[in-house]
T-cell receptor
Framework: AQTVTQSQPEMSVQEAETVTLSCTYD???????LFWYKQPPSRQMILVIR??????QNATENRFSVNFQKAAKSFSLKISDSQLGDAAMYFC????????????FGSGTKLNVKP | NAGVMQNPRHLVRRRGQEARLRCSPM?????VYWYRQLPEEGLKFMVY????????ESGMPKERFSAEFPKEGPSILRIQQVVRGDSAAYFC????????????FGSGTQLSVL
């Protein structure tokens, strides 16, 4: 079974600095998708970034980038130039390539941003 | 262009009552997914529906829980005879389907069972 592990329940970063959130996963599949979702206090789940496993190049979306290490089954999220609006819960998620939108989520990392 | 709409946002029920949670997918989306989030945990898949069909209900508890997505109207997640352990945030998500993996979430319904 697929499992997603986020080992950091909570992290803090100073405004304008960089922070990295960790995620590891377990799968026997070779093709799959990985995601980072942001959940602010409003509870809305917002897609931050997506990575296809068959792509070696790390995905980037503005200040957000990932370090995808397929052999190590690691998928960390780096947030550069942190802003107060980045404060939220961040969830790492896995989805098999052929399994529609049946996601497996980690337990989340709460990110605090200090002014 | 409204997103995924869930209502109510908060629902309070006493043990033994029924809870009905509604989800209207985004315009043009015919695939609906329900997820449950317990406190301090990530979202867990419950069920995947297309119009008038249940595609995958492997995450649904075998008893008391049911879901539907009729030809007309919103998708409904129904919980009969609620117990305190059912207290959670229930999220609906929708997609166009057909291999499109872009998933859009609603803001969830927080169910509290007294």
């Amino acid at each position: 079974a697929q499992t997603v592990t986020q080992s950091q329940p909570e992290m803090s970063v100073q405004e304008a600095e960089t922070v990295t959130l960790s995620c590891t996963y377990d799968t026997s599949e070779s093709d799959y998708y990985l995601f980072w979702y942001k959940q602010p206090p409003s509870r809305q789940m917002i897609l931050v970034i997506r990575q296809e496993a068959y792509k070696q190049q790390n995905a980037t979306e503005n200040r957000f980038s990932v370090n995808f290490q397929k052999a190590a089954k690691s998928f960390s999220l780096k947030i550069s130039d942190s802003q107060l609006g980045d404060a939220a819960m961040y969830f790492c998620a896995y989805r098999r390539w052929d399994n529609f939108n049946k996601f497996y989520f980690g337990s989340g990392t709460k990110l605090n941003v200090k002014p | 262009n409204a997103g995924v709409m869930q209502n109510p946002r908060h629902l309070v029920r006493r043990r033994g009552q029924e809870a009905r949670l509604r989800c209207s997918p985004m315009k043009g989306h015919s695939h609906v997914y329900w997820y449950r989030q317990l406190p301090e945990e990530g979202l867990k898949f419950m069920v995947y529906l297309q119009k008038e069909n249940i595609i995958d209900e492997s995450g649904m508890p075998k008893e008391r829980f049911s879901a539907e997505f009729p030809k007309e109207g919103p998708s409904i997640l129904r919980i009969q005879q609620v117990v305190r352990g059912d207290s959670a945030a229930y999220f609906c998500a929708s997609s166009r389907g057909g291999g499109d993996e872009k998933l859009f979430f609603g803001s969830g319904t927080q169910l509290s069972v007294l």
